[in-house]
């Protein structure tokens, strides 16, 4: 079983859809949860963190499930800038530091 | 406020040729610095992590390496590429504390041909 695991998609979705995305992770020590936005052929921006008690930015809401170990991110009223891979991310500390592993990504495609 | 740099953005190598990518930090002192890559249609693999100067831990064997001869430099080598090593190749950096974000670098795109 991977560390992190996604459903890669694609979510083709209308614009103005609500769209939700699960991410589960294995590791039950895990201490902190991304989501991260990877466009085509760039770099993974940091889109937000995730919080025990959930948070909220925008269209943007984000939860975590500690007891099934899953993260969410819930899009809301979609746009078309909003296609792009998201990328979860979680972190577990080791002696080393600050290990950060990702899912293989989400691909999301809003459509006119 | 940090930045990172890395370079070249892209990069063209014959198998057997050798690699070297760089990787600069700025704003910040003594960072976490990370090497990712990531082949067609995957995931982000973690190659190798550097706590201090000196300090590199591998992830992953196989025929790269990693050097970190200044505080906030990174750089990434090898002396002869395959064509499996072609991807996306990501610097990371971040502050030491467990639970910090990773902030990426623009990337390098890399075709072993």
């Known amino acids: 079983r991977k560390e992190v695991e996604q459903d890669p998609g694609p979510f083709n979705v209308p614009e103005g859809a609500t769209v939700a995305f699960n991410c589960t992770y294995s590791n039950s020590a895990s201490q902190s949860f991304f989501w991260y936005r990877q466009d085509c052929r760039k770099e993974p921006k940091l889109l937000m963190s995730v919080y025990s008690s959930g948070n909220e930015d925008g269209r943007f809401t984000a939860q975590l499930n500690r007891a099934s170990q899953y993260i969410s991110l819930l899009i809301r009223d979609s746009k078309l800038s909003d296609s792009a891979t998201y990328l979860c991310a979680v972190t577990s500390s080791n002696n080393a530091g600050n290990m950060l592993t990702f899912g293989g990504g989400t691909r999301l495609m809003v459509k006119p | 406020s940090q930045t990172i740099h890395q370079w070249p953005a892209t990069l063209v190598q014959p198998v057997g040729s050798p690699l070297s990518l760089e990787c600069t930090v700025e704003?910040?002192?003594?960072?976490?610095l990370y090497w990712y890559r990531q082949a067609a249609g995957r995931g982000l693999q973690l190659l190798f992590y550097s706590v201090g100067i000196g300090q590199i831990s591998s992830e992953v064997p196989q025929n790269l390496s990693a050097s970190r001869p200044q505080d906030r430099q990174f750089i990434l080598s090898s002396k002869k590429l395959l064509l499996s090593d072609s991807g996306f190749y990501l610097c990371a950096w971040s502050w030491v504390s467990v639970g910090n974000t990773i902030y990426f670098g623009e990337g390098s795109w890399l075709t072993v041909v």
């Open positions: 704003g910040t002192s003594n960072p976490n």
